[in-house]
């Protein structure tokens, strides 16, 4: 039962740590590339404007879904008790997930959104993972 619990747990964590790092990158990418008269809460608004933007004003979110993703999984990674792996790339679909929903709802230049489908989420839950697991093989052969 306790593997179960701490299972579970590292999909929480995982999720709500990949989260504040995207949410955190997303808003400091507003305030040091503001889009002048744009209510960023308006979707209907953002959706017009973000295929006329330029290249600079999609680093940060690639950044949050990247990075995001990256610790999310490695943090599933360190909490799981058995297949690490396998929580780390849940992470990853999870994310994935929304970013899909992200693109579909915000459409923004096609070349953005190959590259944020195919390389901010499960290459970076892979690589997430794989920290992961090198960074416990370490603690085991320490202790």
């Known amino acids: 039962m306790k593997k179960i619990l701490r299972n579970s747990l590292a999909v929480l964590l995982g999720w709500f740590g990949g989260s ?5 990158l997303v808003q400091t990418g507003h305030q040091l590339l503001p889009l002048e008269n744009i209510d960023m809460n308006d979707m209907l608004a953002l959706s017009e404007v973000l295929p006329t933007l330029a290249p600079q004003y999609f680093l940060f979110p690639f950044l949050a879904h990247a990075l995001g993703t990256l610790l999310g999984a490695f943090i599933a990674g ?18 994935l997930l929304g970013g899909i929903a992200v693109n579909y709802l915000l459409t923004g230049p096609l070349w953005f959104t190959a590259l944020d489908i195919l390389v901010a989420y499960i290459p970076m839950a892979y690589l997430g993972g794989k920290l992961s697991e090198k960074l416990v093989r370490q603690r085991a052969t320490v202790a």
């Open 78 to 95: 360190m909490v799981a008790v058995t297949r690490r792996m396998q929580f780390s790339m849940a992470i990853g679909g999870l994310f």
């Open 20 to 24: 504040v790092v995207n949410m955190t």
